[in-house]
């Protein structure tokens, strides 16, 4: 089987295809990435020399492209997305760009060529946010995006259903919560912290930090994808979470209790506009219709990720420089 990766030089994109490599020697893989800031060739080095491994710098908005990609693969699977949402609160402009309109593209590709078999994936912040006593979120539960990064998300998924409908695309859709693990582009919140304490720097903690996720280890959600693409059911949403429901307080003692250091490392910070309080995502169907379910506990993946950034200092150093920590310094108002 040959198969599309797009965004596969991200972080879940780069941990899949190695999951995937690692899995299914004999499949041929694609990576189209169009390597702007958060995606890193480095994320694949062990892997560039595979024979059945090819890389391909280009944009999911370029047609001509993704057409001649797409015309010999029997499977694209799209990762691609721009996913941070401090940066889509800023500025939306290449949140629709990229994750609606690249989505398009790529969906007129695969209808265009042959209804190639599509999976899309996509996120649990689609379906909004959830008070305490609030059921989790389920294949079920209405839109209802609260950022311009989640309703760009909302929108390529509903893009995807679309084609189903309207053109018998052989589509899937998993929206999961919070990846963690290796090779994560340090501005989401645990790669964050772990980095900024490594260099004696305190964590910028929003508000008082009683904001709610769950965090699902991210090769735990590479099976979950592997899972649907195998045994799911054509035109299905399925819901991909860790069971891991803990708040953003909670995970920064345990990082500082990893790493040997106190609370006096924690700085709170204004909160951002329209932050979520919860997401907690019910993971039965995925269990039921596919068999799957997470093993990774999170004290056990946490640590693994601590470890692993620890040990590659030189992977996130030369990110976590220039623009981006002026980027940084600018949102948290420090010097």
Known sequence: MKI???????????????????KYPDDKIVNLDALTYAGNLENLKDIE???????????????????????????IIHFAAE??????????????????LGTRVLLDAAKNNGNIRFHHISTDEVFGALGLDDEPFNEDTPYDPRSPYSASKAASD?????????????ITISNCTNNYGPFQFPEKL?????????EGEKVPVYGKGENIRDWIYVDDHNAGVDAIIKKGRIGETYCLGGENEITNLEITKKILN???MGEEMIEYVKDRPGHD???????????????????????EGLKKTVEWYKNNKDWW????????????????GRN
Request: proline content about 2%; overall charge positive.
């Open 258 to 260: 990893l790493m040997g």
């Open 190 to 198: 645990i790669p964050l912290f772990i980095t900024n304490l490594i």
């Open 158 to 170: 509903h893009l995807a259903r679309a084609y189903f409908h309207t053109h018998k695309l052989p």
């Open 277 to 299: 309080f919860r997401y907690a995502m019910d993971i039965t169907k995925a269990k039921n219709e596919l068999g799957w379910r997470p093993k990774i506990k999170f004290e």
């Open 83 to 100: 996913s941070h949402v401090d940066r889509s609160i800023q500025n939306s402009e290449d949140f629709i760009k990229t994750n609606v």
């Open 317 to 332: 150093r030369g990110i976590k420089s220039g623009s981006y920590l002026e980027y940084y310094k600018k949102q948290y």
């Open 49 to 75: 020399n595979n024979k059945n491994y090819e890389f391909i710098k280009g944009d999911i908005r370029d047609a001509d492209l993704v057409n001649d990609l797409v015309k010999d693969v029997d499977l």
């Open 4 to 22: 599309l990766v797009t965004g596969g030089a991200g972080f879940i994109g780069s941990n899949f295809i190695r999951y995937w490599t690692n």
